[in-house]
């Protein structure tokens, strides 16, 4: 009876939403599988494997929204310092979760973070769905392995730094004419749209460095449920939500 009502009510919300005023690219922060398996009586492994069968069904949401990026938090650089029988595990379904996305067809993928944080065969994975989905049309899907905000600007710096050298600019030149653009180029999302709309589950109400650089003029909408009961009325309630907001940019 529940699901019926829930099902009734998302409909509702979903028939008032104008999808022409709403996000183009959504960030979401998969956060709270482990808290989510702690409270069924699971492990951490089936709560990590319960949060990727989640991506399928928000990326279908998405397509129905008419959203065009999509950027999924998957693993953070602070998640490298989780005990290894954790880990290990995670990465596998990291791997499994990647390899879904590229297999089905609808969905172009990209990784944003350090790929030389990864192990081998994950770096692999990545890299062939990213070769396999190049020519799709469709939502683009920016997979965060391996990613920090600080460690974007710190990679973006650098990679500015190296290319400005090999053109034979100077530091005092560089100074001189550096501006915002000039790093933008540089980022993961190089060529992208910011997000406007940060979506993060569980509770917690921070980005955790996610996305620092781009998420200047997002709109966050922070839900209370864990990412592997996150439902598709939570989704049309955040939609709901950015638009309601009048978005200024500073004016």
């Known amino acids: 009876m529940r699901e019926l009502v829930y099902g009734l009510y998302a409909r509702r919300v979903e028939r008032r939403l104008d999808t022409a005023q709403g996000p183009k690219h959504i960030g979401v922060i998969l956060d709270g599988n482990r808290r989510w398996a702690r409270a069924s009586g699971g492990t951490a492994e089936q709560g990590h494997r319960a949060g990727a069968g989640k991506i399928r069904e928000l990326l279908g949401w998405c397509t129905e929204t008419d959203v065009e990026v999509v950027t999924l938090w998957l693993l953070s650089t602070d998640n490298f310092d989780r005990p290894e029988n954790e880990l290990v595990p995670l990465l596998g379904i990291i791997e499994d979760a990647v390899r879904d996305l590229a297999a089905d067809g609808r969905w172009r993928v990209h990784h944003v973070g350090t790929m030389d944080l990864l192990?081998?065969?994950?770096q692999?994975?990545?890299k062939e769905a990213?070769?396999?989905t190049a020519h799709v049309e469709g939502i683009l899907?920016?997979?965060a392995v391996g990613y920090g905000g600080r460690q974007e600007i710190t990679d973006a710096v650098r990679s500015l730094l190296t290319a400005e050298a090999e053109r034979g600019t100077s530091l005092p030149e560089l100074a001189e004419k550096l501006d915002i653009e000039h790093i933008s180029q540089h980022l993961y999302t190089?060529?992208?749209?910011?997000p406007d709309l940060v979506i993060r589950t569980s509770g917690e109400q921070r980005l955790s460095g996610f996305m620092l650089w781009q998420s200047a003029h997002s709109e966050?909408?922070?839900c209370e449920v864990f990412w592997p009961a996150f439902r598709k009325v939570d989704f049309l309630r955040a939609l709901r939500d950015y638009a309601a907001r009048h978005r200024r940019y500073g004016g």
């Open 124 to 126: 692999t994975v990545i």
């Open 190 to 194: 190089r060529g992208q749209p910011d």
């Open 141 to 143: 899907v920016n997979v």
């Open 130 to 132: 990213e070769e396999a």
């Open 220 to 222: 966050y909408y922070f």
């Open 119 to 122: 192990p081998s065969r994950t």
